[in-house]
């Protein structure tokens, strides 16, 4: 079983800085490929950036591509989320996901275990 925390939402402005965490626990962090997703109202959940176990591959969504980065510590069990010029439609709830089996990293049903999400309001 893997537990999954977020942090770090909130209200951001436009162009502002937005860095998201996620602590993981009870299970070897290394082992497992951990990606953000997020849920908009009234839209289904998406894919936003991955990243596997050596931290040297990451994925990220072509919407946000050149806007977010990923990252992981795995001395810490955390990965992040960061971007320097969140925007309006970037406003979601920002979900952390991890699996031990992941052929594609941008695929949902791949992630067994989701964290709670974390509100994320960039105001313009």
């Known amino acids: 079983q893997v537990r999954l925390e977020e942090s770090g939402g909130g209200l951001v402005q436009a162009g502002g800085s937005l860095r998201l965490s996620c602590a993981a626990s009870g299970r070897t962090f290394d082992e497992l490929v951990m990606a953000w997703f997020r849920q908009a109202p009234g839209k289904e959940r998406e894919f936003v950036a991955g990243v596997r176990w050596s931290g040297s591959i990451t994925v990220i969504a072509d919407s946000v591509k050149g806007r977010f980065t990923i990252s992981r510590d795995n001395a810490k069990n955390t990965v992040y989320l960061h971007s320097d010029s969140p925007k309006p439609e970037d406003t979601a709830i920002y979900y952390c996901?991890?699996?031990?089996?992941?052929?594609?990293?941008?695929?949902?049903?791949?992630?067994?275990?989701w964290g709670q999400g974390t509100q994320v309001t960039v105001s313009s």
């Open positions: 996901a991890a699996g031990n089996r992941v052929p594609s990293i941008g695929i949902r049903t791949n992630y067994l275990y």
